[in-house]
């Protein structure tokens, strides 16, 4: 079964900070790594994903993760926070052997303080 | 990019009453939609994945006589609350994959109904 833990329910960082936010997996086999941010009464927007190649995965928004297999980890960072970043940010994780269902960790709140 | 419409985004009923939520993927075929539940300050929980001319897939836990999900074409998925109740009370998202697409492929969401039964 997968799953994953978000280490950090919420992180207050000021403005024009980095931020990075901790995620690690867990699964029998090869997985597909995702992170989506949630604005307040929205769905998920997708930020980034890792299917294969390269461990280094940029996406929107200035946002980059970093998947590291021996570690199980997927951590999302930013070198730069704006005040519009201020929303929760959730990990998923999916993979063939659960026929391909998102699994989402407890997501993290980032609150950006001027 | 592919766009997810989620319709109504509020909705407030009384108890005892059903609520029909509807997920449309506006360009594209969804072969597959899920449906997702969140309770405030928390993460999504898959209620169920459906399939398009198929039955619905009920995760643990889930009420299948509560939470009818309807998938009658491609571009459109239905979650009915039958009966709802105060508990009911929730954000409930859909999400699709594009047909046409790896299995790999990034869901599309939609933005969400927040349900208040009173």
Known sequence: AQSVTQLDSQVPVFEEAPVELRCNYSSSVSVYLFWYVQYPNQGLQLLLKYLSGSTLVKGINGFEAEFNKSQTSFHLRKPSVHISDTAEYFCAVSDQAAG??????????????? | ?????????????????????????????????????????????????????SKATYEQGVEKDKFLINHASLTLSTLTVTSAHPEDSSFYICSARDGQTKYNSPLHFGNGTRLTVT
């Open chain 1, 100 to 114: 391909n269902k998102l699994t989402f960790g407890g997501g993290t709140r980032v609150l950006v303080k001027p």
């Open chain 2, 1 to 53: 990019g592919a766009v997810v419409s989620q319709h109504p985004s509020r909705v407030i009923c009384k108890s005892g009453t059903s609520v029909k939520i509807e997920c449309r993927s506006l360009d594209f075929q969804a072969t597959t939609m899920f449906w997702y539940r969140q309770f405030p300050k928390q993460s999504l929980m898959l209620m169920a994945t459906s399939n398009e001319g």
